[in-house]
């Protein structure tokens, strides 16, 4: 039943930005766990960034070490939305993105094999 779709990716220079969002259906931001990740040609996919959160509480959030400053995660509950705010853009950062959500009874931003629904990627290339 949940379905993600991920929106916002597209062609920037580096050092420009872009923001991605993750609209989910069929499913409530209760208590939740959703991340990030990427994968680029020709490598594996990556987590990029977290957010665990729950309703009355202030959601921690998680990043790759790489993408540290530059990135931020952020949800919008009422929404059923995830953001990523991606500044200071760098070739390498050139990626499918994904959003991933954890649906089981257990949520742990830090256990990847516990995101179980997957959106079907936005493509981000930066250019040099």
């Known amino acids: 039943e949940v379905q993600l779709v991920e929106s916002g990716g597209g062609l920037v220079q580096a050092g420009g930005s872009l923001r991605l969002s993750c609209a989910a259906s069929?499913?409530?931001?209760?208590?939740?766990?959703i991340g990030w990740f990427r994968q680029a040609p020709g490598k594996e996919r990556e987590g990029v960034s977290c957010?665990?959160?729950?309703?009355?509480?202030?959601?921690?959030?998680y990043y790759k070490y790489s993408v540290k400053g530059r990135f931020t995660i952020s949800s919008d509950n009422a929404k059923n939305t995830i953001y990523l705010q991606m500044n200071s853009l760098k070739p390498e950062d050139t990626a499918v993105y994904y959003c991933?959500?954890?649906?089981?009874?257990?949520?742990?931003?830090?256990?990847?094999?516990?995101?179980?629904?997957w959106g079907q990627g936005t493509q981000v290339a930066v250019s040099s």
């Open positions: 991933a959500a954890q649906t089981g009874h257990h949520r742990d931003c830090t256990m990847e094999v516990l995101f179980d629904s």
């Open positions: 069929g499913f409530t931001f209760d208590d939740y766990a």
């Open positions: 957010i665990k959160g729950s309703v009355g509480s202030d959601g921690n959030t």
